[in-house]
């Protein structure tokens, strides 16, 4: 590793002191009542919590929790573009996705990985289509995500998070972007995968030459209002039917998060009608 | 009107207040904004902990990783600090590589943890000369509104004190470490050390726990770090406009009091998790 100078850096070599153990063990799929690894059935989403307007100096920002997976985004702009281009009829966006350090089972790096490059991409082809980029000619619009804790579906957390802290911001959309992932594995479909069912898992009864026909893992994003899907992410073998399968369960999982999105963003328009009818009561006040 | 002057005169609308030994946002010269500590919500971390002081918002996360020591240290582990202002926090800052407030801030949290005796390097060594812990201890702001120091060092020592390490020894024969992850050690930490920053606006008066505003008006930041017992650790006093000794005996005094508030800030907190 070629030495950050910018940064304070421990030794050239360390490893995680559970690193054998968490690459090398399967993780059973289901209990023995038949319930996953945390109780849940296997098309139950994680509880979910989201607020907005928790960053004060960006335009708008929001955090949200599935569970234990943690992300927060702000947003900024319309603003300057970054590079003095040619004029642009059409606004743009720009968009990164980090992983904290610390939010991964293995540290992460500071600087961007690949990983964390390919979701960057991908969040900005789900949110591009939703927002009225013709509406803010020759500016553009910012929107940094950082995943906190990733215990599973972090890209959904982000995109969820992403479109919720565009709304903050008042920024004009077509519809909100509402994201869900959903894991297949050996005939079981599962809701909302949590790290320890994202990654390997073996299924009982079966010996280890046989490996089972179908697995992997889509992430789907969904414009509830306009039935659109402005971004799909596939990892896995799977067959048509199957995929199709996973998919109307996303949207599914999708629709049902929305009313817990349409109720964040009502509650974050009245604090910030509070707020500008205090100012305003000052105003009076001073005037009278 | 109001809002119209301030942005266009920032010093004179704040000269009107400080004459009143007021501050636009209600406090008084020395005061301090509320601070709130959260700890040990991130279960993929080793030890962490959230401070919000005021609106200045920062996550610290511990990640502990084994290495070998370096070969003139031979019974010394490493702890690693850092400080991270990514784009999110605020609107002057940009991705890329770490600002000079972040390399700044990130050398302060060094000299912090390595002043203060806080964590002793000795006691993170799992077998001389062969196995040693590296603690990397990320300090990410979330939101940034003025005194990043404070906030980090308030962090850093809170994720600290949450860190609980699993069990290593090292196998004599095979050289392999065995690890029960099932148990955890809380880190021993010895000290705790906390920061506390003063901007010098006006190139007289002194304000305590600046907001961004006021540091984009300072002629000066001073930030003074304390133990328990009461001694300085370190004056951080980096030129800006020159300020008299009572003043700097003065920002002193108030630091003391401010660590005892925070330290038992991080009892209560700790407490109430233990509970």
Known sequence: ?288 | MAAQFKRIQLDAYYSKYLQRGRRPDGRALDAFRKTILNVGSIRTADGSALVRLGNTTVVCGVKAELAAPRPDAPTKGYVVPNVELPAMCGPDFRPGPPAELAQVTSQLMLDVVRHSGCVSEERLCVADGELVWVLYCDVVCLAYDGNLADACVVALLAALTNTRLPAVTLDDETKRERVDADVRVPLDVLSYPVATSFAVVDERVLLADPNAEEESLATAVVTVVTLESGQLCIVHKPGGSPIALEEMERCIELSLARAKQIRQLEKETRLSLER
């Open chain 1, 1 to 288: 590793m070629p030495v950050d100078r910018m940064r304070i850096c421990g030794p050239e070599e360390t490893r995680h002191p559970l690193v054998l153990e968490l690459c090398g063990r399967p993780v059973r799929l289901f209990q023995d009542d038949g319930t996953r690894l945390d109780g849940r059935s296997a098309d139950q989403i994680r509880p979910m919590f989201m607020k907005c307007g928790v960053i004060s100096h960006a335009q708008g920002s929001a955090y949200i929790e599935m569970d234990r997976t943690k992300a927060i985004c702000a947003v900024y702009g319309p603003r300057e573009f970054g590079k003095r281009e040619d004029f642009s009829i059409k606004g743009r966006l720009t968009c990164e996705f980090k992983f904290a350090t610390f939010s991964c089972k293995i540290r992460r790096q500071q600087q961007q990985d690949a990983e964390e490059k390919e979701f960057s991409q991908i969040l900005l082809q789900s949110l591009s289509p939703a927002v009225c980029l013709h509406k803010f000619p020759k500016a553009q619009v910012d929107i940094y995500v950082m995943v906190l804790e990733n215990d599973g579906s972090a890209l959904s957390a982000a995109l969820t998070c992403g479109s919720l802290a565009l709304a903050d911001a008042g920024i004009e959309m077509y519809d909100m972007v509402v994201a869900c992932s959903v894991k297949h594995y050996c005939k079981s479909t599962l809701m909302d995968p949590s790290a320890s069912e994202e990654s390997e898992l073996e299924p009982e009864g079966t010996s280890t030459e046989e490996k089972p026909a179908e697995t992997g893992l889509l992430t789907v994003a969904y414009m509830p209002s306009l039935n659109q899907l402005p971004g799909m992410l596939q990892t896995g073998e799977m067959s048509i039917a199957t995929t199709k399968q996973m998919m109307k369960a996303c949207i599914d999982g999708c629709n049902r998060i929305y009313p817990l999105i349409q109720q964040t963003l009502m509650k974050s328009v009245e604090r910030k009608l509070k707020a500008v009818n205090l100012y305003n009561a000052d105003q009076e006040e001073k005037v009278s």
